[in-house]
């Protein structure tokens, strides 16, 4: 029989290595307000899966049954019509059907729905699912890769964070809200600048050195991207901004200590209620005597056998 409970608007898969784990459980709990499970997650927030380098897919469930062909008969009950559509079987964490199986359930989704289908380029995807005992029927959204093109730019650091990093530090900033004016606080070579233009997101930039606004201004050039570099103190800057991202220096290539650190979260406080902060150390008492408190925290250890680890601080002005 069909469920008569409610049904959530959206399910979103995700993909992450084990060392990003608890980096896109901070992701989950910021976003869609609980964390994922088993790389599954059921919300009616609806968000662009490309905001984040985890989110896989997002299914915009339409139906749903606990019996496949009942499922079957209310999707052709529906009367789709739809020309140029693709028709796909979205695996999820826990579904052992084989690839066989898959394929012939493909066609009988297709078989339901009138219309040309196509397959290259498709202008909608209808797409079924099997999670813990029930079917479901709806339409998939894929995230775009494009961002790894980032891996080519023309400049970068050795200690630079990574690419996954910068794309998530975007989306903890603006909970996934492209609507977020954002600003990175110490863009260094953009590489956090070129996530969120990718995404789709306004941000501005800002660097007290003079080399590292021309190393993000070329970056930015060379993919075609349109943002403004302040060369210049943060705490110069008056603009208020949704959330600031502050990677902090680490002291290993540029020289920092608490006073400066200090200065530069306070800036980042003046600026915006909510400021994201990438740190080596222990800060959390410099931060709350910035007058921000942390609202949610996570690790990061760099891959492999490095015991290199970044914090990842939620921050919020005290009101």
């Not at 009367?79 to 012939?104: M, P, V, W």
């Not at 306070?266 to 909510?274: G, M, Q, T």
């Amino acid at each position: 029989m069909t469920l008569n409970t409610p049904l959530p608007s959206y399910l979103y898969s995700f993909k992450y290595d084990y060392h990003h784990t608890e980096l896109c459980k901070l992701e989950s709990r910021q976003i869609f307000n609980k964390e994922e499970d088993d790389k599954v997650l059921f919300s009616n927030i609806k968000v662009d899966p490309t905001v984040s380098p985890f989110i896989k897919n997002r299914f915009d469930i339409i139906l749903s049954a606990d019996n496949y062909d009942e499922l079957l008969e209310n999707v052709r009950n529906q009367n789709i019509h739809a020309e140029g559509f693709n028709a796909d079987y979205l695996s999820l964490e826990g579904d052992s059907t084989d690839f066989k199986e898959r394929r012939k359930k493909q066609n009988d989704i297709g078989h339901c729905i009138e219309g040309e289908p196509n397959f290259d380029k498709p202008t909608i995807t209808y797409a079924i699912c099997h999670h813990k005992n029930v079917w479901y029927f709806g339409v998939l959204i894929k995230h775009n890769p494009d961002w790894h093109k980032h891996k080519k730019k023309p400049r970068s650091f050795s200690n630079s964070i990574s690419m996954t990093i910068a794309k998530t530090l975007v989306s903890l900033a603006s909970k996934g809200n492209k609507n977020s004016q954002l600003l990175d606080g110490c863009c260094g070579v953009g590489t956090v600048m070129l996530e969120a233009c990718c995404s789709g997101f306004n941000i501005d930039g800002c660097d007290i050195n003079w080399k590292a606004c021309s190393h993000t201004r070329e970056n930015l050039a060379y993919y075609d991207y349109t943002a403004n570099v302040n060369c210049s103190d943060i705490k110069a800057l008056v603009t208020q901004y949704d959330a600031v991202i502050i990677d902090l220096p680490y002291n290993l290539y540029s020289y920092s200590n608490d006073e400066i650190t200090l200065n530069i979260i306070e800036s980042a406080a003046k600026l915006s209620k909510r400021v994201v902060i990438v740190s080596i150390l222990d800060i959390e008492a410099i931060i709350k005597k910035s007058g921000l408190h942390v609202s949610d925290f996570c690790t990061v250890a760099k891959k492999g056998k490095s015991k290199f680890v970044r914090n990842i601080w939620i921050c919020e002005r005290e009101q």
